[in-house]
């Protein structure tokens, strides 16, 4: 069974940094993309980063430039780094695993941040 667990989420103030993680269970880690996600209150849910399976990198224009996003083979997890934080990007932040090899998506519970002074 495909466990993702993020976390890394709490209180930050603006222009302060999180580093979220996405950790996965029960998949053949190597053979999956990840994307991280977010959704704000009464806002539909947006995709933020994605990496995929080789590592190749993509970020939304909304973040470029102060989120990277990153991934640990040996770990099993993926790394969202957020720099200068800003109150519109609060939202409860998921991850998103695509297994390339029984071809399913699977969704992890998400972790919340919240950018407040």
């Known amino acids: 069974q495909v466990q993702l667990v993020e976390s890394g989420g709490g209180l930050v103030q603006p222009g302060g940094s999180l580093r979220l993680s996405c950790a996965a269970s029960?998949?053949?880690?190597?053979?999956?993309?990840v994307g991280w996600y977010r959704q704000a209150p009464g806002k539909q849910r947006d995709k933020v980063a994605h990496?995929?399976?080789?590592?190749?990198?993509h970020i939304a224009d909304s973040v470029k430039g102060r989120f990277t996003i990153s991934r640990d083979n040996v770990k099993n997890t993926v790394y969202l780094q957020m720099t200068n934080l800003k109150p519109e990007d609060t939202a409860n932040y998921s991850c998103?695993?695509?297994?390339?090899?029984?071809?399913?998506?699977?969704w992890g519970q998400g972790t919340q941040v919240t950018v407040a002074s």
């Open positions: 029960g998949t053949i880690f190597d053979q999956s993309a």
């Open positions: 990496i995929s399976r080789f590592g190749t990198p």
């Open positions: 998103n695993l695509y297994d390339f090899v029984n071809r399913r998506e699977h």
